[in-house]
């Protein structure tokens, strides 16, 4: 059975991933079974903003979204907890699917090359890119998700759009990277992912997202969106560092030290997402690690890899879902509901 912290702020996407372990337990079914999904919800509707002004963090935090969203990032981070991303685990047909649409997304980026124009950042090719997800993203979607819940497409849909940048100021950011995580929570609701999915929702597609998102970053100079240059945890990412830590725990000879040390990173970055994260970094930034990175350099410091997630998570939450900057382009719907959660 999986973990699952019982927290009053975790409910929604853990309840569901408990649920359906339930469900294939009680019923003597195997993961590998073409069982039916528990319904979950029918009457999808297109996500759209909801906190307009700052008084509205308060219903954000108070909000069922809240609840899954957190419920989500804790029991994937659980999940993980001293695993490589070499080990084994299953693959089920929709993390294939999830791979194969993410393997599209990658293609239009050759098939989009940057254009030739003065302004050295946010090459105005990234707008053509998108354009061609925001008119196919439906579809994408629609081929990923079990047939009986295609009507879930637009507002999946949705979040896809939202995970890859903005098109008008060609950034990308913290937001943008929860949206997608938000796009996979609602593949969990909707029972196209199952508890068995939890390793490959990580290892596989999240980790090819990050490889898309950086090919992005690069082809088409993106900026940053809302980075608080040195003094924030990354440029782009943040998810990578607090799932990263995790496969870290426990391990009996990588302590948080041995990551700003460059022989260690290229050694074992096939194996540690937080390693990736750091090879990136010192592929696109020049000069010493502590100038460039110093949130990074003094995490390097805690002496444990439980102490640094736990606080890269209160970090998170205190620097991304805390804030109002980031939170005012969150969408809600009926899969993410602003609607408090009940007591």
């Given amino acids: 059975m999986l973990h699952i912290y019982t927290s009053g702020e975790i409910s929604g996407c853990t309840a569901i991933l408990v649920n359906m372990a339930e469900t294939e337990h009680h019923s003597g079914s195997s993961p590998e079974d073409d069982s039916p999904p528990i319904p979950v919800c029918q009457n999808f509707m297109v996500p759209k903003k909801e ?3 700052f008084p509205d963090m308060g219903k954000w935090k108070r909000s069922q979204a809240y609840a899954d969203y957190m419920g989500f ?12 991303l070499t080990c084994e685990y299953k693959v089920s047909e929709t993390i294939e699917k999830l791979l194969a649409l993410l393997g599209t997304l990658d293609r239009w980026i050759d098939e989009t090359p940057p254009e030739d124009q003065p302004s050295r950042f946010g090459n105005k090719a990234y707008r053509t890119w998108y354009a061609k997800l925001d008119q196919e993203a439906e579809g994408l979607v629609a081929a990923v998700i079990p ?13 896809l759009k939202e995970a890859v940048g903005n098109s008008t100021r060609i950034d990308y950011g913290t937001g943008h990277e ?16 199952r508890v068995d999915d939890q390793l490959a929702i990580i290892f596989k ?8 998102m950086r090919k992005l970053q690069k082809t088409y100079r993106m900026e940053p969106a809302g980075s608080q240059g040195v003094w924030g945890l990354d440029d782009f990412q943040f998810l990578p560092f607090i799932w990263g830590s995790s496969q870290f725990v426990d391990h009996p000879t990588l302590e948080p030290k041995h990551f700003v040390d460059e022989k260690v990173v290229n050694e074992n970055h096939h194996d540690y997402m937080f390693l990736e994260c750091i090879k990136f970094i010192n592929e696109m930034k020049t000069g010493p690690f502590a100038e460039h990175s110093n949130q990074l350099w003094n995490i390097s410091a805690v002496p444990t ?3 640094v997630n736990q606080g890269l998570i ?9 804030k109002f900057p ?14 408090p959660v009940k007591p």
């Fill in 51 to 53: 906190i307009s002004m």
């Fill in 73 to 84: 990032i804790l029991t994937l981070n659980e999940g993980v907890k001293g695993k490589k």
């Fill in 147 to 159: 047939e009986d819940k295609v009507a879930a497409a637009p507002e999946i849909a949705v979040y």
């Fill in 178 to 193: 929860a949206a997608f995580a938000i796009f996979l929570c609602c593949l969990c609701k909707i029972g196209a992912l």
């Fill in 205 to 212: 597609v999240f980790d090819r997202y990050l490889v898309v």
């Fill in 305 to 307: 890899w439980s102490k």
């Fill in 314 to 322: 209160r970090m998170y939450k205190a620097e991304c879902l805390e």
């Fill in 326 to 339: 980031v939170i005012q382009h969150f969408k809600f719907g009926s899969l993410i509901s602003i609607q």
